[in-house]
């Protein structure tokens, strides 16, 4: 059965409207980016918690709802907003679905104000689950077989992402990771937990002799911190906030 809010559609996985809206639920008088806004379910579940400056972008109007705050605008493009122009940037399932990644994070630090935040949802591919799929099939969980190369269409996933990945695309463009959250963890996922202590050995003699070599020794030991919870091992979703800073600290 397809999932609403309040009869909107909503083209996400379970949970995860719920939790990015937790990660933001003390900030009701910040200006808040929905981008890609879909059909506006996000969007109703802020007005009913209270937000009232937030602005709907996407490449087309496909909101269900009444909202006059929608901007017609590309992901992989300049957004069609000032520099420092808002708060929050939350962007749902939708930087898996573009091939200019980095562009997009960029763009999202110009328009934040200082020490503004964004938020990014994508299926979480370190998983351990989605890393035995790789390793028996080739395909990652929630992108399990081929796309149809002579349909190509935006609902693709062409860019699906590792947290390792997403962590030095905010990290190199001027953000830093402050909360790492998922929608669930079910069940099914905890099986794979039986390949955690190779994962976990394995895992860190790599990033120790890496980080030795490579003299990237603190950075290695912040993200193994970080790829080991239990959000990124079990969690369907991963859910990240990052802070716009200009500190190096990792």
Known sequence: MRRNYKGISINTSKNTHETVCDMIKLSTDKVVVDIPSGSGAFIQRLKDGGFESIIAIDISNILEIEHEAFIKGDMTKTFPMSDKSCDIIVCIDGIEHIDEQFYFVKEGHRVLKNEGEIIISTPNISTLRSRFKWFTTGHHHKCNSPLDETNPNPLHH??????????????????????????????????YAIFLPVIYLSTLWVYLKRGKKEKMTQINRSIFKQVFKKEILFGETLIIKAKKTTSNNV
């Open 158 to 191: 062409i860019g699906m992402i590792s947290f390792a990945e997403l962590r030095y695309m905010l990290h190199s463009n001027g953000f830093r990771i402050v909360e790492i959250r998922t929608n669930r963890m079910k069940p099914i996922n905890l099986v």
